[in-house]
């Protein structure tokens, strides 16, 4: 039997594309062994260069790989391949170059590849791309949850991000594709879906009256579809459609991923960011009442091009009044091709340094001030570990709705099943719970904590 190896880099989308990419081997027959510790006929490196980190990083694994069997057809794709192929073509025991479209005809490099031995560059424009590339993914190893990818390509060409270059423009799923997938995925015994793309919120900028919202209420109506969850979602795409479907959905589970990225309108605008802080506020607002102890969770960049202490602590208050469940802080990062690459008064590593970790403080607090509002509340759980303990006694963890991990003493029997919990203690780090009942076949929005 073949073997492939896969090494993947980057985002939750590189991801979901490694899991498509290996159902395409699976079907030839392949067998997946370990990247570290096996020696396989085909390694398949998916790539990112969202930084140039991303790129440096890329390139040792692609090396790290011709290293470990230099007869294995070596080859390589995703966001580094797609802006990069002659860069990665250059290095001695590449074999394949496929960018961020054409995974479909990969057995067919390949199989090339293996009888002529034949470098092959298979990198087209990607700007010149139209259509969803229909990859799907039928099953998750060791997952309760299952992702669902609706969307590729972005059209916000923020200033800081190369992501328009490596994956097009946007580009939405058909509707009914996206509705059979999710059916297929429930007969898989999947209750959870997550949605996501490289801009989800974007779904349906391509397709004649048909938008995110759109395809919430038609998955809505999929039986034995417990939860539907959104990956991440742009404050500018949240409009009065959204906001009701937010209301009204027994399914939607209440936590949105909504990026902020600034918290000061100056510093929004040199991103190119399509809101003010205003406006911004605005959304969460009606968000909130429409989906009540809903949690907020978002990314933030510190120190972008120009950023002012004003500018940073103006960012700190606007952040601490919204009261995210989380954030996701990450200093800026230079990469090259973008704008903000080139933007005068590049922020010191030190000041950047110092203000992450202010910002990752105030993230720490407004989670535990969060998760700390639910104790003694009931909560909607799917369990996804079983933690066994040296007491012999078990327990078992698992996400709310609202996308607070809890723990709880049960039996290894409910693994992966719907469960009831009353919070008793919260903290940053680990949520306790105590079983109430089992929950086969509930709805969880519909149950009101």
């Known amino acids: 039997m073949p073997s492939v190896a896969f090494y993947t880099l980057g985002c939750k989308v590189n991801f979901y594309d490694t899991e498509a990419m290996w159902q395409l081997f699976k079907k030839e027959g392949y067998e997946q062994v370990d990247f570290e510790t096996a020696t396989?006929?085909?390694?398949?490196?998916?790539?990112?260069?969202?930084?140039?980190?991303?790129?440096?990083?890329?390139?040792?694994i692609i090396r790290r790989a011709v290293r470990r069997n230099p007869d294995a057809v070596i080859a390589v794709t995703g966001c580094y391949a797609q802006t990069s192929p002659a860069e990665i073509m250059a290095i001695e025991g590449v074999d394949l170059v496929v960018g961020t479209q054409d995974r479909d005809k990969l057995m067919t490099y390949i199989a090339d590849i293996q009888r002529e031995r034949k470098?092959?560059?298979?990198?087209?424009?990607?700007?010149?791309?139209?259509?969803?590339?229909?990859?799907?993914?039928?099953?998750?190893?060791d997952r309760t949850r299952a992702f669902l990818k609706i969307q590729e390509g972005c059209n916000n060409f923020c200033t800081f991000c190369i992501i328009p270059w490596s994956r097009g423009l946007s580009r939405s799923r058909d509707p009914q594709s996206v509705l059979n997938q999710a059916r297929q995925l429930v007969a898989s015994g999947y209750k959870e879906i997550v949605l996501t793309g490289i801009h989800t919120g974007g779904y349906g900028d391509d397709l004649e009256n048909y938008k995110l919202s759109n395809l919430l209420v038609d998955l809505d109506k999929i039986d034995g579809l417990e939860r539907i969850r959104i990956s991440s979602i742009e404050a500018s795409q949240i409009d009065d459609e959204m906001i009701a479907v937010l209301n009204s959905s027994r399914k939607m589970?209440?936590?949105?991923?909504?990026?902020?990225?600034?918290?000061?309108?100056?510093?929004?605008?040199?991103?190119?960011?399509?809101?003010?802080?205003?406006?911004?506020?605005?959304?969460?607002?009606?968000?909130?009442?429409?989906?009540?102890?809903?949690?907020?969770?978002?990314?933030?960049?510190?120190?972008?091009?120009?950023?002012?202490?004003?500018?940073?602590?103006?960012?700190?208050?606007?952040?601490?009044?919204?009261?995210?469940?989380?954030?996701?802080?990450?200093?800026?990062?230079?990469?090259?091709?973008?704008?903000a690459a080139r933007m005068e008064d590049q922020v010191d590593e030190e000041v950047k340094h110092e203000r992450v970790h202010k910002l990752i403080d105030l993230s720490?607090?407004?989670?535990a001030a969060y998760s700390k509002g639910w104790e003694g509340r009931e909560l909607d759980v799917i369990t996804e570990r079983v933690i066994k303990g040296e007491d012999g006694k078990v327990r078992l963890a698992g996400y709310s709705d609202n996308y607070l991990l809890i723990e709880f003493e049960g039996e290894e029997s409910m693994y992966r099943k719907h469960c009831r919990v009353r919070l008793t203690e919260s903290g940053v780090n680990e949520n306790r719970g105590v079983l109430l009942e089992m929950l086969e076949d509930v709805r969880p929005a519909a149950l009101q904590a």
């Open 40 to 60: 396989a006929d085909v390694y398949v490196i998916n790539t990112c260069t969202v930084t140039n980190t991303g790129d440096k990083k890329s390139r040792q």
């Open 253 to 339: 589970c209440r936590h949105l991923h909504i990026p902020l990225q600034a918290g000061d309108d100056a510093i929004l605008k040199r991103m190119r960011r399509k809101y003010t802080t205003a406006e911004f506020a605005d959304k969460i607002e009606r968000i909130k009442r429409a989906m009540p102890g809903v949690a907020i969770t978002t990314d933030v960049i510190v120190g972008f091009p120009g950023e002012t202490e004003e500018q940073f602590e103006n960012g700190y208050r606007f952040m601490e009044r919204i009261g995210f469940a989380e954030m996701h802080v990450f200093p800026y990062s230079k990469r090259t091709g973008t704008p």
């Open 119 to 141: 470098p092959v560059n298979a990198v087209r424009n990607i700007m010149k791309t139209r259509e969803f590339e229909e990859l799907d993914v039928p099953a998750f190893a």
């Open 364 to 367: 720490e607090k407004l989670q």
